[in-house]
């Protein structure tokens, strides 16, 4: 596994059993989700049939986001895939981490 992909997951395995609040930023559209982490797995793009999902983060837990009515809603499923194509890690610290992918800019917090 890569060096940085590696780094990225510690990080956010030392934050098991906290709420993560992940910004992501693709084009034009801000996406902001509070999710409860239970686990983190790594998918690698060679373990996939599916051609265009590529190597990701599997955040294992719940969580919700606001609508377009402002309402927060849950997410479908029990688990938020972090696409790391790409990864760059930004900046890294205690509380917060900022990474760019080849699909997004994305601020991983701890509230």
Known sequence: MEQSIQKLMDWINSHVNETIVIEKKELRDLDKIHFNLEAVAFRSAEDVIDDYLGSA?????????????????????????????????????????EITTDRAKYTLSVD
Do not use: C, M, Q, W
């Open 57 to 97: 983060l599997i955040l294992k837990g719940f969580g919700s986001t606001l609508n377009a009515d402002g309402e927060l809603v849950s997410l479908p499923h029990s688990t938020y895939d972090l696409a790391i194509d790409g990864l760059r890690i930004e900046d890294i610290g205690d509380r917060k981490a």
